[in-house]
């Protein structure tokens, strides 16, 4: 491919938008994974986008809202930082400090290193951008499973105003505000908020408490051109998000009427003591681009941030004393003992990024190094067993306070040969460099049931690694294109949560760390553009094969994080786009998955979040309207069965989910008004299941969203 500036296809994109959608033909989309705005089909690796247009059809605000739209991509949404993303059945089933995600998210180009900094992301932004298979030279971190990168609008050369609100059912409420103000052609701000609260569909059996999840985020950007050849892009931004529905709940215990299950679906027990979180993120960004010449551009990426996080929930989720007492105290129980658990913590995180391109006629090429550093404290479980029967108070107190410091390096070179006129090469290499230190204390207070430590117990390690990625690009004429890739994946090692006893005298004496997750992904692909630019059809057949695969599982010695043993995913992913006349865009993606694990213990096992079949079929249809356009969107998606755990022991059963939207725009575009609903026909389904380890063997479940109508309009200015 060869290089594309921005003035090309700022004309593209204008070309491609008026007379081609007359002419039934489908609109390029752009993206820069490759560290370079290049059409979607000429570039050669799994990846998927979701443009603006889109992610506001499907009203996305979390990642998970993206599933229907990308092959390969699940997972689950609850809570506000506890966020499992599965690409190819690679996840994190962990959100302890001591550890790294599987899926690396990028904001603006800046990594993102925690779920919680993605919580008030998903606002106002342009397009996001899913690379599948494991990452190490596009992106500034490495990801072993594959990258979210959200790309925001910046403050643009003209001065708007737009805004939007929203109200349904169950209490959904919504207000957008989005302002562009062009000072001069080189000074610009953009301010967008973003609000949205629901709240009723769950309550509580036993006192009519209704569950909620409230959201506001702000941002604020300038771009500022001081010269013709320097950008310079600055970010402000703050969120905060709480909710009182993050505790599971059982689905064998009422204590609303003992004997008896839930008489509704979205019936909550009662809790010892009310369930919260309250998460709140602020930080800043500057991306500085100086175009040295026609042919190199330099970038400096810069972003820090900082973000808290506060947790509670009720362990068993129900207010049965009895579930807790025969788990602790067996058959000399006390008769009755209430067991609350408390987490918080605070995230310091500093990003840099320096990137050199050059385009030429024969050779594409970008170096550059980066620097990624975390100040982590938690304190990830404070765990207090009270006992209720006979009034001794406080039975047990389990405190943990953990600090991680990380500091990561990198240096990264890719290239791409365009050895003739069809066929190009990619190469690329990175140097990884991790370090962390980890500190863990366990107080001695009442009776522990964690081990507690005489002082902090401190360990420090580092890791290293160099992954290499080698694609061959070959295009087959002008409509379409074959290539084949083999990439290694790196994802560093960490620390458990949890100080252990190693010598047996009752006394925490060390943190127990995890070695380093490696992977090799083998991968074929075509991506085509037919029938005169009216159908898009990409492909791809995968496989990888995972070495010392990270996962938290539970012992006798507690819950820890190890290396679990090997896995592999194989599958195949299929995307098409179809617009057969000017008004009618059918869209349908589909993946085979096969994950599971090759070694160990878990041997056979299927791989969490990772159902074998998944399919979505679209539609997008327009047509003239009282004077403007009538805009109708659904989209179906299916999920195949699939386990919740590596341990195969909680499974979710295979549903579908309808989801639709009528927009009404008057020919002027200065307000449309719109009615959606979201999961039609009322599914059932959860997004987290588990057994209560009480004895009892309860199942808890955290229901998924039944079905939600709303209103929107949104005006422009």
């Given amino acids: 491919m060869k290089r594309m500036n921005k003035t090309l296809i700022a004309a593209a994109i204008t070309a491609v938008i008026s007379p081609l959608s007359a002419n039934a033909q489908l609109e390029e989309i752009i993206v820069t994974a490759q560290k370079q705005m290049q059409n979607v089909q000429d570039v050669p690796i799994a990846i998927s986008s979701v443009d603006n247009a889109l992610l506001a059809k499907v009203d996305a605000t979390v990642v998970t809202d993206l599933i229907p739209m990308i092959p390969g991509l699940t997972g689950s949404q609850y809570g506000l930082a506890t966020n499992t993303w599965a690409l190819r059945g690679i996840s994190s089933n962990d959100w302890s400090i001591g550890s790294e995600p599987s899926v690396g998210v990028f904001f603006d180009g800046a990594y993102i290193g925690r779920n919680t900094f993605a919580t008030g992301a998903f606002f106002d932004v342009n397009r996001v951008e899913v690379v599948k298979g494991p990452q190490g030279t596009l992106f500034g971190r490495n990801a072993s499973a594959g990258a979210i990168s959200i790309v925001s609008n910046t403050p643009e050369d003209v001065t708007t105003l737009e805004l939007g609100v929203a109200a349904g059912d169950e209490g959904q409420r919504k207000l957008d505000v989005v302002g562009n103000w062009a000072v001069s052609d080189t000074l610009a701000f953009r301010l967008a908020y973003a609000g949205d609260r629901i709240e009723g569909q769950r309550e509580d059996v036993s006192n009519g408490t209704e569950a909620f999840t409230d959201r506001d985020s702000v941002r604020l950007m300038t771009r500022w051109n001081p010269t013709d050849s320097l950008e310079a892009v600055l970010r402000l931004n703050y969120s905060e998000a709480d909710s009182n529905y993050v505790s599971p709940y059982s689905t064998d215990f009422n204590t609303a009427d003992p004997g008896e299950k839930f008489p509704d679906k979205y019936a909550l027990t009662e809790t010892s003591q009310p369930d919260y979180e309250l998460a709140r993120n602020q930080g800043a960004g500057l991306n500085l681009t100086w175009e040295l010449d026609d042919d190199m551009e330099f970038t400096s990426i810069t972003d820090s941030r900082t973000g808290t996080n506060q947790f509670r929930e009720d362990l068993d989720g129900t207010a049965a004393d009895a579930l807790i007492d025969a788990a602790f105290f067996g058959p000399f129980g006390t008769g009755g003992a209430n067991a609350v658990f408390d987490q918080e913590g605070e995230a310091d995180t500093l990003y840099q990024e320096f990137r050199l391109n050059r385009w030429g006629d024969e050779l594409d090429w970008f170096v550059g190094v980066s620097y990624y550093s975390e100040e982590l404290d938690a304190v990830p479980g404070e765990l207090a067993i009270d006992d209720t029967l006979f009034g001794f108070g406080t039975l047990a107190l389990s405190r943990l306070e953990n600090r991680a410091d990380t500091d990561s390096y990198g240096a990264f070179i890719d290239a791409t040969w365009h050895a003739t006129e069809d066929l190009s090469i990619s190469s690329g290499l990175r140097w990884s460099q991790d370090e962390k230190d980890f500190c863990s204390n366990v107080p001695v207070d009442d009776i522990e049931v964690t081990a507690p430590t005489a002082g902090a117990v401190c360990e420090d390690e580092s890791w290293s690694e160099v992954t290499p990625r080698l694609v061959a690009q070959y295009d087959v004429g002008v409509d379409a294109m074959l290539f084949a890739s083999v990439a290694k994946g790196y994802k560093g090692g960490g620390f458990n949560f949890s100080p252990v006893d190693s010598d047996g005298d009752g006394v925490g004496d060390s943190v127990p760390a995890f070695d380093p997750e490696t992977s090799i992904a083998y991968e ?194």
């Fill in 524 to 717: 074929l692909g075509l991506k085509s553009t037919l029938l005169d630019y009216r159908l898009q059809f990409n492909g791809s057949i995968y496989y990888t094969d995972y070495s010392d695969f990270q996962m938290q599982t539970v012992t006798g010695a507690g819950v820890l994080i190890d290396n679990a043993g090997d896995a592999t995913t194989q599958g195949v992913e299929l995307e098409a786009r179809y617009n057969p006349t000017g008004s009618l865009i059918l869209m349908a993606t589909y993946a085979f998955l096969d994950a599971e694990f090759s070694s160990g213990d878990l041997d056979g096992n299927d791989l969490a979040f990772a159902p074998e079949n998944t399919l979505s079929l679209g539609v997008d249809y327009e047509h003239g309207f009282l004077g403007g356009n009538l805009n109708w969107f659904a989209v179906y998606n299916y999920t195949d069965d699939y386990y919740f755990d590596g341990a195969n022991e909680v499974d979710e059963s295979s549903y579908g989910i309808v989801n639709a939207r009528v927009t009404y725009t008057p020919v002027s575009e200065s307000w449309d008004i719109a009615v959606a609903v979201d999961n039609i026909t009322d599914e059932d389904y959860a997004v987290d299941r588990g057994i209560a380890d009480f004895g009892l063997g309860d199942e808890q479940l955290l229901q998924g969203d039944g079905r939600l109508m709303r209103a929107e309009f949104n005006i422009r200015f």
